[in-house]
Nanobody
Framework: QVQLVESGGGLVQPGGSLRLSCAASGRTFSSMIMGWFRQAPGKEREFVATISRSGLGTYYGDSVKGRFTISRDNAKNTLFLQMNSLQSEDTAVYFC??????????????????WGQGTQVTVSS
């Protein structure tokens, strides 16, 4: 079983930045393709970004491309999401996710087997 714990959420002003972290345990972290999703109130869970096992490959949702950066530290079993130029539309609960499989550029929630509990990000002045 894989455990994922997100941290780093909070309240930030428009135009500001936040860095989310996701600590993983229970399985070799470097063996898993990882991703970030988000869910705003009343909306479906939305793909944000995914990263390959090595960290060399990344893929982003259109709404965050150029503003967010996904990265990982396999030595520390940690996934990151650097969020810059935050906008009110970025307000959501952000979830870390891990694949048990081998699907690259996976944007569907069904492609991921393990989920964290989420961390709230609120962008407001």
């Amino acid at each position: 079983q894989v455990q994922l714990v997100e941290s780093g959420g909070g309240l930030v002003q428009p135009g500001g930045s936040l860095r989310l972290s996701c600590a993983a345990s229970g399985r070799t972290f470097s063996s898993m393709i990882m991703g970030w999703f988000r869910q705003a109130p009343g909306k479906e869970r939305e793909f944000v970004a995914t990263i390959s096992r090595s960290g060399l490959g990344t893929y982003y949702g259109d709404s965050v491309k150029g503003r967010f950066t996904i990265s990982r530290d396999n030595a520390k079993n940690t996934l990151f999401l650097q969020m810059n130029s935050l906008q009110s539309e970025d307000t959501a609960v952000y979830f870390c996710a891990a694949q048990g499989g081998d699907t690259w550029n996976a944007v569907r929630t069904n492609d991921y087997n393990y989920w964290g509990q989420g961390t709230q990000v609120t962008v407001s002045s």
